[in-house]
């Protein structure tokens, strides 16, 4: 878990009273839902204010009359009267220069060795002062991985290899009604926060993770609105800005930037050591085929491959759950088993139309149409890269294919089952990135792009600040990209990167070169535009927001 900076002065301010808008929805006050009472902020002479009960004589008796009476300003009398001294006793700049200087955003250095600064700096001081956005947020308290690992039940991990901060937004898939059931994540994340003696000993409550919206009376996720309302983020329009920006579809991620995924078995036996690969394993290692075929037959891994032979493909990995702006995706050239040939060997029965690969952890969920994994060119992978697979991803094997969700590529295969299901069930576990977002009933992040280089919030100094360099994905599943989209001015003004003949086999990988007209930060949103089946456009719902800040 990354230190999280203190500012030097001040305590935690995630005591601010829950928003009235949610207490009415939930029918009951702040405290009636766990949240921990307020403390109340320190006086400018160290002491803590006294209850409401005590306030009248707090106030004659603290520092601020106190200030007042030595700033010339009367303390006794009509406040009216006191007018011609206001001059010399309230100046706006010296408030401001003062409040700005004692609420600066926070800064830390994040695992991957960078200095991030999560909030802009603003001469005011609003977003610390107001909008509290240094304690707002799930990243403010802990990192996602941190919190699943901390979880009271067993909970599958991911790891990132790119140095992208992850977010809940990679929880949104597997915890959407369309998956889990009504409010699942909801239900998981108020109850688990507001029993939590961390969450309630920073003095979390409603608005640490919610903003509550005044135009429309809603209340969002702070992290899905916070850079649209904090102040101190510098506009460019795209005719100014003049990015340079180009693309490719055959970028290989490295093997440092390879996402993790646990598989579910005991951590005991997970097989995790890149540098400690036991050829054994990949030796002695079967696979039965079964179930609906006429030429049923267990093999070893070394067997299939003097049988079957072996295929390289350069191929994706997007996984299911990829939030908006996250980084669950690799490419890389793996070698591998055609799945088409050990069919064609099985013998499928009349009306066998499901391929089921099965890990011996009892991950069985890949229930995929044998026409469709015959028709994305299917593999069992034993290479990547050139190199034997790596324990992290899967030793001594694991299934790749096209145009699918990572979902379905399968770690450590130890059945290949063959099934019959009825017509109506044929795509119900074929995973193509279309989970809903329970706020929209769109599907949350197809499709998806991110920048990948760099955590948001990235400190940049240097020859990094000038011009800053970014670079990032773009895909959709079994969907081509048409365009990508590019704003640093909030939205109001576009430069279009078009990417014509795009195959939805591969990734889209761009890279750009912008050069900030000055120092400060600035935000850049990224929206996406793929081809559905249909022919026709289908457009993010959500914009991936990256921000940085240059010196």
């Known amino acids: 878990m990354r230190e999280q900076a203190t500012r030097t002065g001040r305590r ?3 005591g601010i009273a829950c928003a009235t808008v949610l207490a009415c929805v939930l029918g009951m006050g702040c405290l009636a839902w766990g949240c921990a009472p307020s403390t109340a902020p320190d006086n400018a002479d160290g002491t803590t204010e006294a209850p409401a009960a005590e306030a009248s004589a707090t106030v004659a ?7 007042m009476a030595g700033s010339g300003f009367p303390t006794e009398g009509r406040f009216v009267d006191g007018v011609t001294a206001l001059p010399g006793f309230y100046l706006n700049s010296e408030e401001n220069a003062a409040n700005a200087e004692a609420n600066q955003p ?3 250095t994040d695992r991957n060795g960078f200095t991030v600064q999560p909030v802009p700096a603003d001469d005011r001081g609003f977003n610390i002062t107001y909008l509290d956005a240094d304690n707002r947020g799930c990243t403010s308290c802990h990192t996602l991985e941190n919190a699943l690992m901390s979880l009271p039940t067993y909970h599958r991990l991911i790891f990132f290899g790119y140095p992208t901060e992850q977010s809940y937004a990679n929880c949104i898939a597997c915890h959407s009604e369309t998956y889990q059931g009504e409010n699942f994540l909801a239900e998981a994340i108020h109850t688990s926060h507001m029993k939590s003696a961390m969450f309630q000993s920073q003095n979390g409550t409603c608005s640490s993770c919610h903003y509550s919206d005044i135009k429309t009376g809603d209340m969002k996720r702070w992290d899905d609105v916070k850079y649209n309302v904090m102040h101190g983020i510098s506009d460019v329009d795209a005719a100014e800005a003049k990015a340079e920006i180009s693309y490719d579809q055959t970028t290989i991620t490295p093997a440092e930037n390879r996402v993790f995924k646990t598989v579910k078995d005991e951590p005991a036996e997970w097989l995790v050591d890149d540098n400690d ?3 054994t394993i990949y030796e002695n290692w079967t696979i039965s ?4 075929c006429e030429n049923p037959v267990t093999m070893t891994l070394p067997e299939m491959v003097e049988k079957f032979g072996t295929v390289k493909q350069v191929m994706k990995m997007d996984c299911t759950i990829n939030g908006v702006g996250q980084a669950t995706i690799m490419q890389s050239e793996v070698e591998g088993i055609p799945v088409s040939k050990i069919i064609e060997f099985a013998r499928p029965k009349a009306g066998a139309n499901i391929l089921s690969p099965i890990s011996p952890d009892g991950y069985n969920y890949a229930q995929m149409p044998i026409d469709w994994m015959i028709d994305n060119d299917a593999i069992i992978v034993t290479k990547m890269d050139g190199e034997t697979l790596p324990p992290s991803q899967g030793y001594p094997c694991m299934l790749w294919l096209y145009n699918t969700s990572g979902g379905n590529f399968v770690k450590r295969i130890g059945n290949l089952t063959f099934m019959t299901l009825p017509e109506e069930d044929l795509n119900n576990q074929l995973y193509l990135g279309e989970f809903a977002d329970d706020a929209t009933g769109v599907a949350y992040s197809k499709p998806n792009s991110g920048v990948l280089n760099y955590p948001t919030g990235v400190v940049l100094t240097g020859s990094e600040a000038s011009p800053v360099h970014l670079e990032g994905f773009a ?8 365009k990508l989209e590019f704003s640093f ?5 576009w430069q279009t990167l078009d990417t014509p003949n795009n195959d939805s086999k591969f990734w889209t990988y761009w890279r750009m070169d912008f050069t900030p007209p000055e120092a400060g930060t600035y935000l850049l949103n990224i929206r996406t535009t793929s081809v559905a089946p249909d022919g026709s456009d289908h457009v993010s719902q959500y914009d991936t927001q990256f921000m940085f800040t240059v010196e």
């Open 475 to 482: 895909d959709a599943w079994n969907e081509p990209i048409k």
């Open 277 to 279: 690969i036991d050829p």
């Open 61 to 67: 008796s603290d520092g601020y009359v106190d200030q």
């Open 106 to 108: 926070r800064r830390y």
């Open 12 to 14: 935690s301010r995630k």
């Open 489 to 493: 001015d909030h939205g109001k003004t």
């Open 289 to 292: 085929i079964d179930g609906d």
